[in-house]
Nanobody
Framework: QVQLVGSGGGSVQAGGSLRLSCAVS????????VGWFRQAPGEHRDRADL???????????IYADSVKGRFTISKENAKDTLFLQMNSLKVEDTGVYHC??????????WGQGTQVTVSL
């Protein structure tokens, strides 16, 4: 099993920056893909949109079109920690960000959601 603990987020004005972190523990050797989904206000997590993901072993990344060029997903292997640097934030980036992990063992794992609020 893999456990995730998300942190970071907060409130910022449009154009500002925030960084999310997600500490990964447990069977990290079985990790395949980790990343973040964004749950829009009023929506259930089941309808959350993929923001970015990274393949744990290769570092290959994928971003939603809406965040390309503004967000950067990265990982620090020594600390088994995932980061999402969010720059040039827009109001539409507002939501609850959930880190997730897909591994070779067990179902998808979710971290606790982190609120990101961007205001004009």
């Amino acid at each position: 099993q893999v456990q995730l603990v998300g942190s970071g987020g907060g409130s910022v004005q449009a154009g500002g920056s925030l960084r999310l972190s997600c500490a990964v523990s447990g069977h990290t050797s079985a990790l395949e893909t980790v990343g973040w989904f964004r749950q829009a206000p009023g929506e259930h997590r089941d309808r959350a949109d993929l923001v970015a993901r990274i393949i744990w072993t290769s570092g290959s990344t994928i971003y939603a079109d809406s965040v390309k060029g503004r967000f950067t997903i990265s990982k620090e292997n020594a600390k088994d920690t995932l980061f999402l640097q969010m720059n040039s934030l827009k109001v539409e980036d507002t939501g609850v960000y959930h880190c997730y992990a897909d591994s070779k063992i067990g179902p998808r794992t979710w971290g606790q959601g982190t609120q990101v609020t961007v205001s004009l």
